[in-house]
């Protein structure tokens, strides 16, 4: 019997606007760290407050066999800048 390898893979997204927190679900992945995931909710309740924010970046992390899907994240608005993957 084959067993397959489970990658956990970290990346970061980066961008300005609502962060689209659905490509959470559709990627599996959550926030590499309990400090990105206070860095997000900040981001986001500077952006619900509308006070002038630039660009922001977040690690993520996910422990399946694919790359997150860099297009989806784009048609949020947001890039996917660097990805790493390491085999468990």
Known sequence: MRTRRTIISTFTVSGRCDFP???????????ASEQEARKLQSFCQDIRENRAVGPFSVELRTCHNFAPTARRWESFLWKVTHVDGAPV
Do not use: A, E, I, Q
């Open 21 to 31: 927190f659905d490509m959470l679900r559709y990627d599996g992945c959550y926030p």
